[in-house]
Nanobody, 121 residues
Framework: QVQLVESGGGLVQAGGSLRLSCAAS????????MGWFRQAPGKEREFVAA????????YYADSVKGRFTISRDNAKNTVYLQMNSLKPEDTAVYYC??????????????WGQGTQVTVSS
């Protein structure tokens, strides 16, 4: 079992930055691929970024590539999402998730409760 708790969301102006954190409980954190997903009002949840168990490989949605950076610290059981050059369309609830492979929701078995990110224009 892995329990995930996100933090770091908030209100920011367009062009600004935020850093999301996701703290995981459990000794098996380093075995999981970690991902960030988001859900905007009235839309389906979508993939944002993922990172392999070692941190050596990262994956990004085209919409955030070059602006967002995912990283992890296995010693601290924490995964991060650095978000720069934020746009109003980045407004969403951001979820941290733990999975095994891939970048689709169905491959992620543990989810956090989400943290709200609001970008004003």
């Amino acid at each position: 079992q892995v329990q995930l708790v996100e933090s770091g969301g908030g209100l920011v102006q367009a062009g600004g930055s935020l850093r999301l954190s996701c703290a995981a409980s459990g000794r098996t954190f380093s075995r999981y691929r970690m991902g960030w997903f988001r859900q905007a009002p009235g839309k389906e949840r979508e993939f944002v970024a993922a990172i392999s168990w070692s941190g050596g490989t990262t994956y990004y949605a085209d919409s955030v590539k070059g602006r967002f950076t995912i990283s992890r610290d296995n010693a601290k059981n924490t995964v991060y999402l650095q978000m720069n050059s934020l746009k109003p369309e980045d407004t969403a609830v951001y979820y941290c998730a733990a999975g095994i492979v891939g970048t689709t929701e169905s491959n992620y078995h543990y989810w956090g409760q989400g943290t709200q990110v609001t970008v004003s224009s």
